[in-house]
């Protein structure tokens, strides 16, 4: 009987640790936004699944843009998908920032990006979210040096 009611307890257990990994319910007002040193002053993320510095890690992460903010052409080592959640987005293809030549996008719209695909960013005169979802290690590399936010002085 002792043996029966171990196990029993090691299946429960067992089960209650696959459906913790299993099932995350992240709430809006529970999301903690943090300056992001690998984007622009201003810009903001928050971290919904996932561990962006683990390779193989499913990544889901909100990008908080300002009103009237940039990210310079940049590339990812990843391939993503971006979702508007709030807001506008500008995004334009290539090395060359040109708002001429981009789109913007509004809330609900979906934009996937294969990895190594060199695009830029830009926002109106709101702010706007973005939700993105790749695979990690995260990473970007500006296509100028001299735009790597990561590079510049205080």
């Given at each position: 009987m002792k043996k029966l009611l171990t196990l029993a307890a090691l299946i429960g257990l067992a089960g209650s640790a696959l459906a913790q990994d299993a099932v995350t319910m992240v709430k809006p007002d529970a999301l903690t936004w943090k300056d992001n040193p690998n984007i622009p002053k201003g810009g903001q993320t928050a971290v919904l699944v996932g561990d962006p510095t683990k390779?193989?890690?499913v990544v889901v992460q909100r990008?908080?843009?300002?009103?009237?903010?940039k990210v310079p052409p940049h590339?990812?080592?990843y391939a993503e998908?971006?979702?508007v959640i709030s807001g506008s987005v500008g995004f334009g293809m290539g090395e060359k920032f040109d708002t001429t030549k981009g789109e913007v996008i509004k809330t609900g719209a979906l934009h996937a990006l294969p990895a190594k695909h060199a695009h830029y960013v830009w926002t109106g005169n709101e702010e706007a979210i973005i939700q993105v979802q790749f695979v990690g290690p995260g990473g970007i590399d500006y296509i100028d040096p001299a735009d790597d936010p990561r590079k510049k002085t205080q």
């Open positions: 390779a193989g890690s990008v908080k843009f300002p009103p009237n903010y590339t990812h080592p998908t971006v979702t």
